[in-house]
């Protein structure tokens, strides 16, 4: 029985190649592809990720830029720039949401 999916390559690293290459076929096809434009701002990762732990309102969540802000960087060479972006709002937006503050705050 499948699924419609091609099937997944017993080998870790093929299968998470695949995947990222099917997430990037994806962005993509629903945001095409980059136009060149005006040049953009520039910045390290290191003042990337020195901003987001500032931006962190606890140590949990400072740990959790810096997990986030590694796994970004390594795929990121291998993703358009603007779904790199993507990732980096996505990152700020989990730290800044309050609501799962609360949620951390009141679990026992």
């Given at each position: 029985m499948t699924d419609g999916r091609p099937p997944t390559p017993p080998d870790p690293l093929l299968a998470h190649a695949l995947e990222l290459r099917a997430a990037v076929?994806?962005?993509q096809g629903r945001f095409g592809t980059a136009r060149q434009g005006e040049p953009c701002l520039s910045f390290s990762w290191e003042e990337l990720?020195?901003?987001l732990v500032d931006l962190a309102p606890s140590d949990l969540q400072a740990?959790?830029?810096h997990r986030l802000v590694a796994r970004t960087r390594t795929y990121?060479?291998?993703k358009p720039?603007?779904?790199v972006l993507r990732e980096i709002i996505s990152i700020a937006a989990l730290i800044l949401d309050e609501s799962s503050l609360e949620v951390r705050a009141t679990a026992p």
């Open positions: 076929e994806r962005f990720e020195r901003q740990e959790l830029v990121a060479e291998l720039a603007e779904m």
